[in-house]
Nanobody
């Protein structure tokens, strides 16, 4: 399983940014896909996940109403659309899990390299 997140960058608070995670080359629809982030000096935390077929989603309270997770099985890609605030700064990772309903990053066995999001105030 290989994952590659992209789309990070510098954005002003109140702006929007979209992240993508390419999951080509494996059975994408067999996995729940999650986004996590890690701010400087902090532990990695759950952001959102989406079920195998996209019918179920869950968000961290800190991003609810501002972030949207989606997936396109034809493109083997999962997305995270964000309306950002400065507290969203961090490295964002996509991850895959064979189970559903997990917000614990230890339950996700497959990770890609992160993409850095910096939100300026």
């Amino acid at each position: 399983v290989q994952l590659q997140a992209s789309g990070g960058g510098l954005v002003q608070a109140g702006g929007s940014l979209g992240l993508s995670c390419d999951a080509s080359g494996w059975s994408f629809t067999h996995y729940t896909m999650g986004w996590f982030r890690q701010a400087p000096g902090k532990e990695r935390e759950f952001v959102a996940y989406i079920s195998r077929k996209g019918g179920g989603t869950r968000y961290a309270d800190s991003v609810k109403g501002r972030f949207t997770i989606s997936r396109d099985s034809a493109k083997n890609t999962v997305y995270l659309q964000m309306n950002v605030i400065p507290e969203d700064t961090g490295v964002y990772y996509c991850a895959a899990s064979t189970s559903y309903g997990d917000t614990d990053p230890n339950r996700y066995a497959n990770w890609g390299p992160g993409t850095l999001v910096t939100v300026s105030s």
